[in-house]
């Protein structure tokens, strides 16, 4: 992928930030909880940098899921998996509603699928080597991580799964979303 010049400096330029804690993310059952996207999504154009999405919070996690499985028909009713991960990153890029409507993303359309703005700034924070980028959920107030695994060892440099829990998404959105 070429990378604009300019947003490439522009990202450059932020000091990297260290994270370590839990985030979580929400599976169905029967897929590797730390097994990264390759399909694409807001912070990575599909085929590029494989992609772990995750969230700061529970309820961020299962906030996707629940945006992603209600388009769905028939709609999945099937229990989803939780996963709280222990991930420390060393050089990551943190970005907050400011930072990024001043790289160009349209705030107003932020939790639409006019993904091309957000994509190019995923995909030009990995090129720079980060192994990650913080920035806000488009489906809950709270951060995602974005972890691009190509720029991170994995297991041995604080990927880790600590434990699962069993959530009916379905009742859950019920309770969230009214």
């Given at each position: 992928?070429?990378?604009?010049?300019?947003?490439?400096?522009?990202?450059?330029?932020?000091?990297?930030?260290?994270?370590?804690?839990?985030?979580?993310?929400a599976t169905r059952?029967?897929?590797?909880?730390?097994?990264?996207?390759?399909?694409?999504?807001?912070?990575?154009?599909?085929?590029?940098?494989?992609?772990?999405?995750?969230?700061?919070?529970?309820?961020?996690?299962?906030?996707?899921?629940?945006?992603?499985?209600?388009?769905?028909?028939?709609?999945?009713?099937?229990?989803v998996l939780v996963?709280?991960?222990?991930?420390?990153?060393?050089?990551?890029?943190?970005?907050?509603?400011?930072?990024?409507?001043?790289?160009?993303?349209?705030?107003?359309?932020?939790?639409?699928?006019?993904?091309?703005?957000?994509?190019?700034?995923?995909?030009?924070?990995?090129?720079?080597?980060?192994?990650?980028?913080?920035?806000?959920?488009?489906?809950?107030?709270?951060?995602?991580?974005?972890?691009?695994?190509?720029?991170?060892?994995?297991?041995?440099?604080?990927?880790?799964?600590?434990?699962?829990?069993?959530?009916?998404?379905?009742?859950?959105?019920?309770?969230?979303?009214?």
């Amino acid at each position: 992928m070429l990378h604009d010049r300019e947003l490439l400096d522009r990202l450059a330029a932020f000091a990297p930030v260290k994270f370590d804690g839990e985030v979580f993310r929400a599976t169905r059952r029967g897929l590797d909880p730390l097994a990264a996207s390759v399909s694409g999504g807001r912070w990575m154009v599909p085929g590029e940098t494989p992609t772990l999405y995750t969230s700061r919070e529970h309820d961020g996690a299962m906030a996707e899921i629940v945006h992603h499985w209600s388009q769905l028909t028939p709609m999945p009713s099937k229990l989803v998996l939780v996963h709280t991960l222990g991930l420390r990153l060393r050089k990551t890029v943190r970005l907050g509603r400011v930072e990024l409507v001043n790289l160009g993303v349209d705030w107003d359309n932020f939790g639409t699928a006019a993904l091309g703005r957000t994509q190019a700034i995923g995909a030009a924070v990995a090129h720079l080597e980060y192994d990650g980028l913080i920035a806000p959920s488009a489906r809950w107030n709270c951060d995602n991580i974005m972890l691009f695994v190509t720029n991170h060892d994995g297991r041995e440099d604080g990927l880790v799964m600590r434990r699962t829990a069993e959530v009916d998404w379905r009742n859950w959105a019920k309770e969230n979303f009214r």
